[in-house]
């Protein structure tokens, strides 16, 4: 009797990163509830890499409502995450609602479960997509998945997207988390909270700098030899500072990213860029410094940017960005909530400064 088969359930798909390094088809002799499984496992697949098989219906029946998905899983050996994933989505494409339960996923070896996923179908949504996915290597089976209108007295899990991951709160704004108390200079590798990507390493120089403003450490990039300014977006010389953290504290708010910033030879821009990120980390909106950059030679000045924060919002990124050459001080970074009235900086894809009153 064949037990694995290639064919698999009709009005379901296959995506994911790189998922052609793993298998998926059904399972006849790992049975629930006398109903075959379908199995999903790595074959080559590496820490990064998952696999989602999916079903997308129209979801107009539900709106208003409150739906849960489930299903049934078993696992073996997952060292990453089983889960089911959702997400809602627009007419245009835009994903509103979403969920890939990474804050409660299954790892290691699990006997059968119910897992499930509890959202809000929005009144602008007309799409849901939902399966189960596999995150690394091991093994999940899963069976009986069930889509249902739920009471409103059922506890939500997908918190509009709000990724566990992710820390509630910016980490380590003053740089004193990895600032060994006599250190004169130390590499960046200490600022925990803190990432600069490693492709970036060979053109600039990351550094902790203790006592640089009012006794307060500063973080520098420094371009190692001499780099053209930024010319396009493809560029490669631009060296930067970033974290990401969770939107959910500010959504419906302002939020105000601020520091103080010193610069020597910068040939092209020293600035900081602040981002609002939907679900799957794709940005909603951007506030940059192309207009208002430090540039040349300056002392220490404040410099801020500040962003409206959707609902829908799923996570903020703050970047201390050198484009160019030369050598840039970032200390005293502060996040906070901005006050209503403050002004946004992004000026957003819209029509700017017709009259011309604007200038830089």
């Known amino acids: 009797m064949q037990t694995l088969s290639k064919k698999l359930p009709k009005h379901w798909g296959l995506t994911g990163t790189n998922s052609d390094r793993f298998e998926v088809c059904l399972d006849q002799t790992t049975m629930h509830n006398g109903k075959p499984s379908l199995l999903i496992q790595s074959k ?30 078993k696992t073996e050996a997952v060292e990453g995450h089983a889960v089911i994933s959702i997400n809602l ?14 804050d409660r996923s299954l790892k290691g070896d699990n006997d059968w479960c119910r897992v499930e996923t509890v959202f809000d179908v929005p009144v602008d949504c007309r799409f849901l997509y939902f399966g189960p996915a596999l995150w690394g ?10 889509v249902e209108p739920v009471a409103r007295s059922v506890r939500r899990t ?16 003053d740089f004193g988390d990895g600032l060994p108390p006599s250190a004169k200079s130390t590499t960046f590798e200490t600022a925990h909270g803190w990432r600069y990507d490693d492709a970036d390493s060979a053109l600039y120089e990351y550094k902790l700098i203790p006592d640089a403003y009012k006794g307060k450490p500063a973080i520098t990039i420094r371009s190692k030899t001499h780099l053209e300014p ?10 930067y500072v970033t974290q990401t953290f969770c939107a959910m504290p500010y959504r419906g708010k ?5 520091a103080q910033i010193k610069t020597e030879n910068c040939n092209d821009m020293s600035g ?6 939907g679900p799957f980390c794709k940005w909603k909106s951007i506030a940059t410094m192309f207009n208002d950059c430090l540039s040349g030679t300056s002392d220490w000045q404040e410099i801020n940017r500040v962003l409206n924060v959707p609902e829908t919002a799923y996570g903020i990124s703050i970047w201390l960005q050198l484009n160019g050459g030369g050598k840039s001080y970032y200390s005293d970074v502060k996040v906070e909530e901005a006050a209503a009235s403050e002004p946004v900086t992004d000026k957003g894809p819209g029509l700017n400064n017709l009259d011309f009153l604007e200038t830089e």
């Open 44 to 73: 080559t697949a590496g820490e990064g890499d998952y696999a989602y098989f999916y079903q997308l219906t129209h979801c107009t029946e539900w709106i208003g409502k409150r739906l849960r998905v489930s299903a049934y899983f």
């Open 89 to 102: 989505q627009t007419q245009s494409g835009e994903i509103v609602v979403y969920d890939a339960m990474i």
């Open 137 to 146: 290597r091991g093994k999940m089976w899963v069976a009986e998945f069930t």
């Open 158 to 173: 997908d918190n509009h997207g709000t990724n566990a991951l992710l820390a509630l709160h910016p980490i380590n704004l």
């Open 230 to 239: 930024l010319i396009d977006e493809a560029s490669p010389n631009c060296g």
């Open 254 to 258: 302002k939020i105000k990213f601020s």
């Open 272 to 277: 900081l860029v602040l981002m609002v990120l």
